[in-house]
């Protein structure tokens, strides 16, 4: 299916947000593309590297007359903005977010859906740890997944039309409902990041001399750990505060496993411990073969910065 609007409104301009609206300006999926940022520094940007074609403060001015609508806020504030702009859309207009929390942001918006707007939850699952306007790049959905969570209300042809937008930029989709998504979610994503930034946490508490001996000497696991936690910290924030229930479901399998490993390396118990890493292995050998290591999006970060 082949989409193009008269008009795209993306509120929310960050990575993701921009590198949207770098993907619908290359491949000509809208005619005009405006553009919310709150800060007067990202509308500059946006400006500045022609990220979009009008950029504005308020919501309700960038979603005025749009065909579609896409909410790359933090979790925490997409209902908020939903609410705040939805009397200013124009009638069969399409609202569709990008958050990695489902259930939440379903739950407070459909509410506050007019009869005569669609609303379309997704979530395209990439990424980088950087953030802002700057840091976009159109090759960011590319080969990626994009997961959409209607519910019974969810208008089909709204649907397929959200859907063709994200199979654009190159993305594979798959739907699912969200409870499904956002149980997935915190043990791929969300959980990671909380161990990522414990671990920092700790080792920032330690005395000058170690930490100072960790920062320089950082490699391997250390390291990755360091680059996941300097995601943006608003975005983590809510999603933590919004996938709440998944997140500690969770975080007690993994603190009852962590006792399991805690008990075999002082009982060096070595049978128990290969064991453990022999499974644990054979998971990341078959997250390889699924082509879910593919480094494509950073190479292509890095080819873009220089």
């Known amino acids: 299916m082949t989409v193009h609007f008269k008009k795209a409104a993306i509120v929310g301009i960050g990575l993701i947000g921009s590198s949207l609206a770098r993907m619908l300006k290359e ?54 903005v939903i609410k705040e702009f939805m ?16 259930a939440e942001i379903i739950k407070k918006v459909f509410p506050e859906l007019r009869e005569d707007v669609f609303f379309v939850p997704a979530h395209p699952v990439a990424g980088t740890e950087k953030s802002g306007p700057e840091n976009g790049f159109s090759e960011l959905f ?35 409902t969200a409870k499904r998504h956002d149980t997935a979610m915190a043990l791929m994503s969300h959980l990671p990041h909380l161990i990522a930034y414990t671990i920092v946490g700790t080792a920032a508490d330690l005395e000058t001399e170690t930490r100072q001996d960790i920062i320089k000497y950082a490699a391997g696991g250390f390291r990755d750990f360091t680059r996941i936690a300097g995601s943006d910290p608003v975005m983590w924030r809510d999603i933590f505060l919004n996938n709440t229930e998944a997140v500690l479901d969770g975080l007690q399998r993994f603190c009852e496993d962590l006792t399991v490993l805690q008990k075999a390396i002082r009982q060096k118990d070595a049978a128990t411990l290969q064991n453990w890493f022999e499974r644990t292995r054979r998971i990341r050998n078959e997250v390889v073969e699924a082509r879910q290591d593919q480094p494509e999006n950073e190479k292509l970060l890095l080819k873009n910065k220089g």
């Open 142 to 176: 590319q080969g990626r997944w994009c997961i959409l969570t209607p519910t019974p209300q969810t208008d089909r042809t709204a649907l397929s039309v959200v859907r063709a937008v994200w199979e654009t930029a190159g993305m594979k989709v798959d739907e699912m």
């Open 87 to 102: 009397p200013f859309l124009k009638t069969k207009a399409i609202i569709s977010d990008v958050g990695s929390v489902k």
């Open 27 to 80: 491949y000509n999926v809208a005619d005009c593309i405006s553009a919310c940022a709150r800060s007067e520094k990202s509308r500059k940007t946006v400006l500045e590297l022609n990220i979009a074609d009008a950029v504005f403060e308020k919501p309700q001015e960038a979603v005025h007359d749009a065909d579609i609508v896409f909410v790359c806020t933090p979790v925490g504030s997409i209902p908020a």
